[in-house]
Every structure is written in C-alpha cells, then in structure tokens.
C-alpha cells in the first residue's frame, strides 16, 4: 500500500463540481459537488453509491465526454478536454456497432482512430488475440444481435482493450447479466486485467458498479459516494490478497469490508428508493 | 423433478423435435402457402370483376378481365409494351438516382448542422405539400412536352420522402454510438462515415421506398400530357380511342412495375442493412 499512496496519481480530481441545467426549464441540478480523488497508475478503483449519485458523470468527465462545471480533471498531470484513445470505456449498454461483426467491433479503434492507426496484418495479429482472450473464437464473424449477453459485454470489452488504453473505465458494466454471468466476468476480468503482473504493468481501471460484493472482490480501493449532491463519503482500501478466487467471498474479511459499505451507504440507499416512489 | 425435466429441455431443444422441418422445407412451405393466399385473393378479386363487366354488359365502360388479358398479351407481342415499358422505367431511373443523389446529401448536411436544417427546412416545409401534379401545368410551359418534364415531376415526388427520411435518420442515430466512437479516439470524419452513414442507412432506405413510390405515382400523372410515350401515355393514347381493355393492360402493368421496383427496394434493404431487419426496424 505504501507505494500505492506515493505514487504521482494517473488521473487526479481535483474539486471537480457539475450542475447540469436542463435546456427549456433552465432547471439546474447539481449532480456532483467537489469531488477531488487520485487514481495511481495500476490501482483497480471502484465507485459505488446509489443511483442518480453521479457515478456516471463522474466517468464520462474522466472519457472526457463532459466538462466539469468547475474543478480540473486530469491524466498524467495534464487536462483531459476531450476524449482520446488513451481511455478505454465499457459503457453499460455496450454500445456495440449493430453493422458490424465481432471481429469489426474488435478493431474498430485500431483502424479508424487518428492517432497510430494499425496497418492490416498489424490489426489481424491484435484482434485475434483480444478475441481469443475474451473467449470469443469461433464467434467472430457474428453480428451483435446474434450474441448472448455475456458475449456481448466481453465483446465491448475486447474492443476497449483492443484500443490499448492506458485507463480503462468501466460503467456498470456487468449491471445488465444474470447473476451467474456476472461471477464468471468478474473473475474473468481480473485475469485478463492482469492480476499478477507487477502494479506498472497493470492498467489503471475505474470501475463503477451498484454491487458491494462486486467491488470488494475486484477492487483496491472503494470510492463509496453519497448522494444530493454526488459526493465521496469515504475511500476505503481492499487489502484482500490477489490473484482473488471465487473462494474469497466467503471469508470473515471480505464479509466484513461489504458490511462495512453497506453500512455507510444503506440510510441514502433507502432514501433514493424511497423518493422515487 | 419437474423444474429439471424443463431446464433439461430448454437446454438442448434440438434433441426432443426431431420431426421438425429443416430451415430450407419450412421456406419452401412457407412460400407456397404465401402463393396460395395470394393467388386466392386474385381469384375472389377477378370473379368479381369478371361478374361486375357481365353486368355493365359494355366493355368500353369495364371489360371482362378475359379481354384485358387478352389485350396484355396481343400489345405484347406486338412489342409495343416493351418501348413504353423501357421509357417509364428509364424515367424512373433517372428521376430515383437524382434525388438520391442531391436528396441524402442535403437530408445528411441537415441533419448533422442546425445552420443548414434552418435554412433549408422553411423551404422544404413549404414545397413538400404541393403535389408534383400542381406544377404539370406549369413545367409544361417551361419544360415543354417530353422526357424532361415527367423526369422532373418524378424527381419531385421522390426528393421530398428521400431528405426528410435522411434527417429523420441522421438525427435518430443512437448517441451513445457516437459516444463509443469518441472515446476509441476516433475522428469526426470516420464517425460520419462509420457510424452515423450506417446507422442512418435503415432510415434512409425506408425514404428511398417511399419516394420512388411517390415518384412512380406522379410519373402517370405527369405522363398522361406531358409526355409522347410511357405507360401514363399509353393508358391516354388508347382512353381516347376507346380501346378499354388495353388501358386496362397499361393500367395493370404500372402496378406491376411498381410493385417490382419495391421488391428490389425491399431485397436491397435486406442485402444492405440486415442488422435493422433482425431487430424489426424497417418496414
Ligand atoms: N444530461 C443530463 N441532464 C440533466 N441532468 C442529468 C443529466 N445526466 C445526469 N443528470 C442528473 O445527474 C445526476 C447524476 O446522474 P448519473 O451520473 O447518471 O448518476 P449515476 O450514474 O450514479 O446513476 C442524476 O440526478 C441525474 O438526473
Ligand atoms: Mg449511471
């Protein structure tokens, strides 16, 4: 842990607020409010907190899909105004391109970004061994709408890895499969993340999921956030030994650090529902 | 127990059903049971005719369907069909392919800028409404009697469908797939290219229908005075010598041309977007 807290960040919030004004009321909501945070470089972060929170807006600033409305979000020191290849992202939808195969999907980034676009055989070698490494052989050359869930999710996986980012962010990527999928993908996504390769050679992941379990078992840290307006409550840290097993979760530690969560979000977790009713 | 024997099937379905007709026998059922309902439909609505002409007793008012079969054939064999048939369609054509041609441009750059939407979309709002037939008296000052003016009728039955699907299409497209395009680092020119032309195609397609169909209506139109040959010529020229069943056989044969263009509309649909006919997107 002591290197992890020495570290220069990877991507630092620093006091970073948004209020989004709706267009025709002119009805402002302030989503987030001084947020500050740094991520170091390997570090596997997840945010949790109840929905409408601001977890989402949270990564697209980080995509650099929006701006916040004051406070700087940057990578390496630098300011993020746009997005780049650099950020991978694994929308919670997928956002697979319906027109195109597994394999087009796949390298999509590689072929038509703007900066070190791949030559053809370069691609073949990369795409290939991002289909074999989210075990989609054989399904290459079906479209979208042929692949189960699972498939799908490992799919927009694959093709944000293929990219080769340096900060992959993830929103609520596993939220739409069944709950058997999701044990197997977590797992999965530790071991394509690179688990046992040393913290420099790790991407750096931002991982935003409603589930407790799910960012005990994959996380280093535990952004808990709370809600009206979007604010981190606690960074908890996961000192759970890696490669984690699927045996983990029955332990008296990792009960505990989910408990410990679940304490601190439960009242604004009831909350949320009950003002939606 | 009965909770496995359900999992066990839903498992694997291909084992219990093994009298289950193959993809290709149920294709083939499938068509000749479509042909079956057709050819019935044809048949109740060409007694009914044939019943209707015995009771008018005039073919120059409603010949019995016999005789305008007949006239199908005889104009035939003649070769006469084929010239008029040859100068719609190449209207047609030409017509279709221009308003694809300037129709998706404009309707992709509407949809893409405010700016262009709102100074070309007054316009366009204010055209569409007027029927192609209302400037038939007019073009024929201007354009005088002959391919020109049935061409440029047409083009304006088809245009209009065409630039408004392809807004329709463009403004329609999913943002959250632009949104995925970004984030690879890709630019705004592939984007377009990529992932806004295709998923606007669907839509774009469905104009394409629309308009030839608006064009092919407003071809008979357009061809029945102002112009010295086509299918609307035709169904004209033998109106005025009484010749009933052959304006039948005319009249019948824009329909089936029409209805063949689409099917080629529909097949390049298909070919062209699959992914949207999967998900019941076009119509
Ligand atoms: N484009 C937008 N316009 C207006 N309000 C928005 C917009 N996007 C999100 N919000 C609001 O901001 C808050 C946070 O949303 P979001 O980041 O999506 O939350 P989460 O991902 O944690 O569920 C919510 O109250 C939501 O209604
Ligand atoms: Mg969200």
Same mark, same amino acid.
């Given at each position: 842990m002591e290197a992890l807290d020495q570290a220069a960040p990877k991507i630092r919030l620093d006091g970073i607020s948004k209020e989004y004004i709706v267009p025709r009321t002119g009805q402002r909501t302030l989503a987030i409010a001084d947020v500050s945070l740094d991520i170091v470089q390997g570090e596997f972060l997840c945010i949790v907190g109840p929905s409408g929170c601001g977890k989402s807006t949270i990564l697209n600033m980080i995509a650099g899909l929006a701006e916040p409305s004051a406070g700087t979000v940057a990578m390496d020191g630098a300011p993020i105004r746009a997005p780049g290849s650099e950020r991978g992202v694994v929308f919670q939808d997928y956002a697979l391109f319906p027109w195109k195969t597994v394999r087009e999907n796949i390298e999509f980034g590689p072929r038509f970004r703007s900066d070190a676009r791949l030559g053809a055989a370069e691609r073949d070698k990369l795409v290939r061994h991002y289909i074999d490494l989210v075990s989609l052989t054989g399904a290459e050359h079906k479209y979208p709408h042929e692949l189960s869930g699972g498939m799908r999710q490992r799919c927009a996986f694959a093709r944000a890895l293929a990219n080769e980012p340096e900060v992959l962010l993830m929103d609520e990527p596993f939220a739409a499969l069944d709950a058997q999928t999701r044990l197997i993908l977590q797992e999965e996504l530790l071991r394509i993340w690179g688990e046992d390769l040393p913290r420099a050679e790790r991407k750096t992941v931002i991982f935003i999921t409603h589930g407790i379990d799910e960012a005990v078992f994959l996380a280093d840290r535990v952004a808990v956030m709370s809600n009206h307006p979007g604010r981190i409550k606690t960074v908890m840290d996961i000192d759970l030994p890696r490669? /984690? /097993?699927?045996?983990? /979760?029955?332990t008296s530690e990792f009960q505990t650090l989910a408990d410990e969560i679940w304490q601190l979000i439960r009242r604004e977790a009831y909350e949320a529902t009950i003002d939606r009713r | 127990m009965t909770a496995r024997d359900e999992n066990g099937a839903a498992v694997a379905p291909g084992g219990a059903t093994p009298y289950w007709p193959t993809p290709l026998a149920a294709r083939i059922y499938a068509s000749i049971g479509g042909l079956f309902v057709y050819v019935r439909a044809m048949a109740v609505f060409l007694v009914i005719w044939h019943l209707v002409s015995l009771w008018i007793g005039n073919p120059i008012l409603l010949p019995s369907p016999i005789a305008a079969a007949e006239a199908l054939v005889d104009l035939t064999r003649q070769g006469e069909v084929f010239s008029n048939v040859v100068a719609s369609l190449t209207r047609l054509g030409t017509s279709f392919a221009l308003a694809i041609l300037l129709g998706v441009p404009l309707g992709f750059a509407m949809g893409l800028s405010r700016n262009v939407f709102a100074m070309v979309d007054p316009l366009i709002e204010l055209l569409r409404p007027i029927s192609g037939i209302a400037w038939i008296p007019l073009g024929m000052f201007i354009l005088g009697v002959g391919e020109a003016l049935p061409t440029a009728i047409m083009f304006y039955g088809a245009f209009f469908p065409i630039v408004i699907n392809t807004v329709v299409g463009v403004r329609s497209v999913n943002p959250g797939l632009v949104q995925a395009a970004r984030v690879l680092g890709v630019g705004r020119a592939h984007i377009v290219r990529h992932v806004i032309w295709p998923a606007a195609l669907p839509n774009i397609l469905v104009g394409a229908r629309l308009g030839a169909g608006a064009g092919w209506m407003a071809m008979v139109a357009a061809e029945l005075i102002g112009a010295p040959s086509g299918l609307g010529f035709a169904v004209e020229w033998y109106r005025e010598l009484l010749m009933t069943p052959s304006v039948l056989a005319f009249v019948f044969l824009i329909g089936l041309l029409g209805y063949l263009f689409d099917r080629l509309l529909r097949w390049l649909q298909r070919v062209l977007t699959p992914w949207a006919q999967t998900q019941g997107g076009a119509l």
């Amino acid at each position: 842990m002591e290197a992890l807290d020495q570290a220069a960040p990877k991507i630092r919030l620093d006091g970073i607020s948004k209020e989004y004004i709706v267009p025709r009321t002119g009805q402002r909501t302030l989503a987030i409010a001084d947020v500050s945070l740094d991520i170091v470089q390997g570090e596997f972060l997840c945010i949790v907190g109840p929905s409408g929170c601001g977890k989402s807006t949270i990564l697209n600033m980080i995509a650099g899909l929006a701006e916040p409305s004051a406070g700087t979000v940057a990578m390496d020191g630098a300011p993020i105004r746009a997005p780049g290849s650099e950020r991978g992202v694994v929308f919670q939808d997928y956002a697979l391109f319906p027109w195109k195969t597994v394999r087009e999907n796949i390298e999509f980034g590689p072929r038509f970004r703007s900066d070190a676009r791949l030559g053809a055989a370069e691609r073949d070698k990369l795409v290939r061994h991002y289909i074999d490494l989210v075990s989609l052989t054989g399904a290459e050359h079906k479209y979208p709408h042929e692949l189960s869930g699972g498939m799908r999710q490992r799919c927009a996986f694959a093709r944000a890895l293929a990219n080769e980012p340096e900060v992959l962010l993830m929103d609520e990527p596993f939220a739409a499969l069944d709950a058997q999928t999701r044990l197997i993908l977590q797992e999965e996504l530790l071991r394509i993340w690179g688990e046992d390769l040393p913290r420099a050679e790790r991407k750096t992941v931002i991982f935003i999921t409603h589930g407790i379990d799910e960012a005990v078992f994959l996380a280093d840290r535990v952004a808990v956030m709370s809600n009206h307006p979007g604010r981190i409550k606690t960074v908890m840290d996961i000192d759970l030994p890696r490669p /984690r /097993r699927e045996s983990l /979760r029955a332990t008296s530690e990792f009960q505990t650090l989910a408990d410990e969560i679940w304490q601190l979000i439960r009242r604004e977790a009831y909350e949320a529902t009950i003002d939606r009713r | 127990m009965t909770a496995r024997d359900e999992n066990g099937a839903a498992v694997a379905p291909g084992g219990a059903t093994p009298y289950w007709p193959t993809p290709l026998a149920a294709r083939i059922y499938a068509s000749i049971g479509g042909l079956f309902v057709y050819v019935r439909a044809m048949a109740v609505f060409l007694v009914i005719w044939h019943l209707v002409s015995l009771w008018i007793g005039n073919p120059i008012l409603l010949p019995s369907p016999i005789a305008a079969a007949e006239a199908l054939v005889d104009l035939t064999r003649q070769g006469e069909v084929f010239s008029n048939v040859v100068a719609s369609l190449t209207r047609l054509g030409t017509s279709f392919a221009l308003a694809i041609l300037l129709g998706v441009p404009l309707g992709f750059a509407m949809g893409l800028s405010r700016n262009v939407f709102a100074m070309v979309d007054p316009l366009i709002e204010l055209l569409r409404p007027i029927s192609g037939i209302a400037w038939i008296p007019l073009g024929m000052f201007i354009l005088g009697v002959g391919e020109a003016l049935p061409t440029a009728i047409m083009f304006y039955g088809a245009f209009f469908p065409i630039v408004i699907n392809t807004v329709v299409g463009v403004r329609s497209v999913n943002p959250g797939l632009v949104q995925a395009a970004r984030v690879l680092g890709v630019g705004r020119a592939h984007i377009v290219r990529h992932v806004i032309w295709p998923a606007a195609l669907p839509n774009i397609l469905v104009g394409a229908r629309l308009g030839a169909g608006a064009g092919w209506m407003a071809m008979v139109a357009a061809e029945l005075i102002g112009a010295p040959s086509g299918l609307g010529f035709a169904v004209e020229w033998y109106r005025e010598l009484l010749m009933t069943p052959s304006v039948l056989a005319f009249v019948f044969l824009i329909g089936l041309l029409g209805y063949l263009f689409d099917r080629l509309l529909r097949w390049l649909q298909r070919v062209l977007t699959p992914w949207a006919q999967t998900q019941g997107g076009a119509l």
